[in-house]
C-alpha cells in the first residue's frame, strides 16, 4: 500500500541517547572465540589511540576555556569572547559525538541548534548558560583520565599476550642470565631461577599469551562501556531541549495544517460553491427577466425549465455545502467517535468493519476525536486507491500503554487499521513531485497531539497500521 500526499515526518521525541549500537559499530559484541580477530575490536582499538591523542588538546581547551573566564568576569565586554570560546565546545562535542557514533555504535541525537538571543543581557547570558557547551566541555575533562588509563590498559594486554606468544622466536636474542645455582640460561625470567628456556616453558608462555589475548577485548570493552555511557549522557541533547524541540515541531505542524485546511476550503468554495451559486442567481435573474418582458403571455414551459435548472443547481450547491463542512468536522463526531467511524465505514467504497472497543463512556478531547477520525478516513482511501484491498478492520478502543520517552504508563487511544491488500506501506520521504509523503504528512498531523504511527506492511500484505493518542490524565493535562 502506497501512500498519500502530505508534508515529511515530525521527529519523534526520543530519549536523550541510546546505547543501542549500530551495525558497523562495537556495541554488539562478537563472539568470544572470534572477538581478538573481530573488525570491531580493533574499530575499538583505534578509537582509544584516537581518545588518546585528542584528549591533552581537549583537556587544554576545557581548562583555558574556564580560566579565561574567570580571569575576564571583571569585565562585560570581555565576557562576550569567553562566551565565544565556550560555544567553541560545542564543536569539540559534535566531533567527539560523531566519533562515538561511527566508532562505538551508540545512537545520540544532535542537540538543538543554539537559537540567538536578542539584547545585551539576553544575549550574553544566552552564551554563558549554553548548556551543550558546558556538558561537552565535563565530557572533555572526564575522559581525559579514561583515554588514558583505556588506552594503556588495553595496550598492555595486547603487548603482553603478543610477547608472550612470540617469545619462542625473539628469545634467542636476549642475553644470557646466570642463576643462583650458576647456570646460564637465555629467555624471560619469572623470579631468580625460572627462565623460559625449554619447549615445555615455551608452550606454556604461547599459551598465557593465547588467555590474554582472549581477555584482552573483554577487557576493551569496559573502557568502551564507559565511553559510550559519557557520550550519550553527556553529548545528547537533554531531555528538556528535547520535548522543547518536540513541541515547536508540533506547533509548526499544526499550524501549517491549518492553513492548508483554509486554503482548501477557500479554494473549494471559491471554484466550486461560488460559481454554482453564480449559475443559480443567473437561472433566476433570466427566470425574472421572462416574467417582465411576458407579463401577459408568459411561456410557463419554458418558464419551468429555467425554474427546475435553478432548483437542481441549488440542490447541488447544498450538497456541496455539507461535503465540506463535513470535510472541516463530521457532524457524525457530536455522537461521539464509534458512531463517526460507523457513518465513515458506510461511506466507505469497501466494506468496513468497524470494532468499536470501550469507546461509549470513554471521555476524548474535541482534538482527539477529530485527529482520529480524519486518520482513520485517510487510511481507509489509502487502502481504497493504493492496496488493493478487498476489506478493512478498523479496530478502536481505549488502552494502557507506555510513555515511550520515560516507560510511565498512562491510558491512550489505540486504532489499528487492518487491511488486506499487498502490503508494501512505509512512511518514506515525498519525492520531488510531493508523492509518496502520505504517512509521514499522517505522522506530522498526529504530533499535534503526541501521537504516534507504527506501521507492519510486509510484501504482500497485510498491513497493519497502528495509531496510538495518549490521553489526557483525569482532571489534568496531558501527561
Known amino acids: ?96 559525538r560523531r566519533m562515538a557514533v561511527r566508532w562505538l555504535g551508540v545512537e545520540i541525537a544532535e542537540p538543538a541548534a543554539r537559537a540567538p538571543r536578542r539584547g545585551f543581557w539576553r544575549r550574553l547570558g544566552s552564551m554563558l548558560g549554553d548548556s551543550t557547551a558546558w556538558r561537552s566541555l565535563l ?14 590498559v588495553s595496550t598492555t594486554f595486547l603487548a603482553v599476550a603478543a610477547g608472550f606468544m612470540t617469545h619462542w622466536f625473539w628469545s634467542r636474542w636476549l642475553p644470557l642470565q646466570q642463576a643462583s645455582d650458576g647456570t646460564w640460561h637465555r629467555g624471560a625470567s619469572f623470579g631468580t631461577d625460572w627462565f623460559v628456556d625449554t619447549p615445555a616453558r615455551h608452550l606454556l608462555l604461547v599459551a598465557g599469551g593465547i588467555v590474554l589475548l582472549y581477555l584482552w577485548p573483554q577487557v576493551q570493552r569496559l573502557f568502551l562501556g564507559l565511553f559510550r555511557l559519557l557520550a550519550t549522557g553527556l553529548l545528547s541533547p537533554t531531555r528538556a531541549s528535547l520535548r522543547v524541540a518536540y513541541a515547536e515541531r508540533a506547533r509548526a505542524v499544526t499550524v501549517e495544517d491549518a492553513d492548508e485546511r483554509l486554503r482548501r476550503i477557500e479554494r473549494d468554495l471559491h471554484d466550486g460553491t461560488q460559481a454554482h451559486l453564480v449559475a443559480v442567481a443567473m437561472q433566476i435573474g433570466e427566470a425574472r427577466e421572462l416574467l417582465r418582458d411576458d407579463a401577459d403571455g408568459v411561456d410557463t414551459a419554458e418558464l419551468a425549465a429555467v425554474l427546475e435548472t ?17 470535510g472541516i468536522r463530521p457532524p457524525a463526531l457530536d455522537a461521539g467517535l464509534a458512531v463517526a467511524l460507523e457513518t465513515l465505514a458506510a461511506r466507505a467504497a469497501l466494506p468496513v468493519r468497524v470494532h468499536a472497543v470501550g469507546l461509549d463512556g470513554a471521555d476524548l478531547p474535541p482534538s482527539v476525536t477529530a485527529i482520529s477520525y480524519f486518520a482513520v478516513a485517510e487510511l481507509v482511501a489509502n487502502a481504497t486507491k493504493h492496496a488493493r484491498a478487498t ?49 509521514a504528512g499522517l505522522t506530522d498531523r498526529l504530533s499535534g497531539v503526541d501521537g504516534t504511527l507504527r506501521v507492519v506492511s510486509p510484501a504482500g500484505g497485510p498491513t497493519v497500521i497502528t495509531v496510538t493518542i495518549p490521553l489526557p490524565a483525569p482532571g489534568g493535562a496531558r501527561r
Open 1 to 96: 500500500m502506497t501512500s498519500m500526499t502530505m508534508p515529511s515526518a515530525a521527529p519523534r521525541l526520543p530519549g536523550a541517547g541510546s546505547t543501542s549500537p549500530t551495525a558497523a559499530g562495537t556495541g554488539v559484541a562478537a563472539p568470544f572465540l572470534l572477538a581478538p580477530y573481530d573488525r570491531r575490536t580493533w574499530q575499538g582499538y583505534g578509537f582509544l589511540w584516537l581518545a588518546l591523542l585528542l584528549a591533552p588538546f581537549a583537556l587544554a581547551y576545557a581548562l583555558f576555556t574556564v580560566s579565561f573566564m574567570a580571569g575576564v568576569a571583571v569585565t562585560v565586554v570581555g565576557l562576550f569572547v569567553a562566551g565565544g570560546v565556550l560555544l567553541g565546545a560545542r564543536g569539540w562535542g559534535s566531533m567527539y
Open 139 to 152: 565530557y572533555m575533562v572526564v575522559t581525559f583520565p579514561l583515554a588514558i588509563a583505556g588506552f594503556v
Open 310 to 326: 435553478a432548483h437542481s443547481s441549488t440542490k447541488d450547491t447544498l450538497a456541496e455545502l455539507r461535503e465540506l463542512a463535513r
Open 391 to 439: 476489506g478493512v478492520d478498523v479496530v478502536a478502543g481505549v488502552e494502557p500503554v507506555a510513555d515511550a520517552a520515560t516507560g510511565a504508563a498512562l491510558t491512550a487511544l489505540v486504532l489499528r487499521v487492518h487491511d488486506d491488500g499487498v502490503g508494501g506501506a512505509a512512511v518514506r520521504a515525498p519525492d520531488a513531485s510531493g508523492r509518496g509523503s502520505g504517512l
